[in-house]
């Protein structure tokens, strides 16, 4: 006879074993479906790839982007974990519109492919404003930085511009007031020199003056006694020339006094120097003995006339 604690666990052992069995049925029939939604999925896509030219899973899951994970669940049929970009992306490499791709993966809406083409341009439109706004936004910094330079030159332009006018005027000015001051020194240049003009005219006519009262005082025994001797050797034709020798007295103290020096001695004889001495023919050379026919004068080195000098002497 069976004791009824066994029998209790027998039947609660018999009741494990059937929901086991019905849940390994379910799981059974399950995967038998999705094994189905799978072959099929694998088939159309497999059929696909052959028509693309693709060869390998591998393949379209790197060219279309997708992660092991997501291109497992594309070939299971199952598109609901993938975005917008990468439907499109998917069914670009397949070579189907993105409403193809959905209604052979069984997503099949009447406005569904529709809608999402308005959302790929949307997209696209969206992608191109993008593109346009980064442009503008580029030609814009471009242009404020190429502002921000020109002003900047602008700016140094200008300030150069105010320096240089600066300098210009203060230039102006000082070169105003140097020649302000120039013309006042010529003009007084000007009064002192005609100042000394007639100041050196009066000094000339009174040093002339003066010369020549000098001069008269100095030659007045002479002047006094020239013309009575003119007188004398026309009366007395045969009169002595020593007795004229006393009148030009006076002229020797005249040239002593200037500090004028006789070069030689009249009818002296000399060695020829062509520094102090003027020769009456040319081919009395430097060194000839000569004779002074005129002495000549001079004031310290100044040669004032040379001596005239010959070979010979006058027939006495």
Same mark, same amino acid.
């Given at each position: ?10 039947? /609660? ?20 479906? =999705? ?10 896509? &497999? ?51 993105? =409403? ?63 320096? /240089? ?28 020199? /005609? ?61 002593? =006094?200037?500090?004028?020096? &006789? ?54």
């Amino acid at each position: 006879m069976v004791e009824e604690p066994n029998l209790f666990w027998f039947g /609660l052992v018999l009741w494990l074993g059937g929901t086991v069995y019905l849940l390994g049925l379910l799981g059974a029939r399950n995967r038998a479906r =999705e094994d189905f939604a799978q072959e099929i999925s694998d088939s159309l896509l &497999s059929d696909r790839l052959k028509r693309v030219g693709i060869s390998h899973w591998n393949t379209l899951q790197r060219k279309a982007g997708l992660t092991p994970k997501q291109m497992e669940r594309v070939r299971q049929g199952k598109l609901e974990g993938l975005t917008l970009k990468e439907l499109n992306q998917l069914a670009r490499i397949l070579n189907w519109s993105l =409403e193809e791709l959905l209604q052979n993966y069984g997503y099949s809406f009447p406005s569904l492919g529709e809608a999402f083409q308005e959302i790929a341009r949307l997209h696209q439109k969206y992608g191109e404003l993008q593109q346009e706004r980064i442009k503008v936004e580029q030609e814009s910094r471009e242009y404020q930085s190429t502002l921000a330079e020109a002003s900047q030159q602008i700016e140094l332009l200008e300030e150069r511009y105010e320096n /240089l006018e600066r300098d210009k005027q203060k230039k102006i000015d000082r070169l105003s007031l140097e020649l302000q001051d120039a013309s006042n020194r010529i003009e007084q240049l000007e009064k002192q020199c /005609l100042r000394l003009r007639a100041e050196l005219q009066d000094n000339l006519e009174r040093i002339k003056g003066d010369i020549r009262e000098e001069t008269f005082e100095q030659l007045q025994t002479l002047m006094m006694n020239f013309p009575t001797a003119c007188v004398m050797a026309e009366a007395k034709p045969n009169l002595p020339a020593r007795n004229f020798i006393a009148l030009f007295t006076p002229l020797n103290n005249l040239l002593q =006094e200037w500090g004028y020096e &006789s070069i030689g001695t009249a009818w002296e004889q000399v060695i020829f120097d062509p520094q102090i001495h003027q020769a009456d023919s040319d081919d009395i050379q430097e060194g000839d003995l000569v004779f002074v026919r005129f002495v000549g004068y001079r004031s310290g080195d100044l040669i004032l006339c040379p001596a005239k000098v010959s070979r010979s002497l006058p027939n006495k």
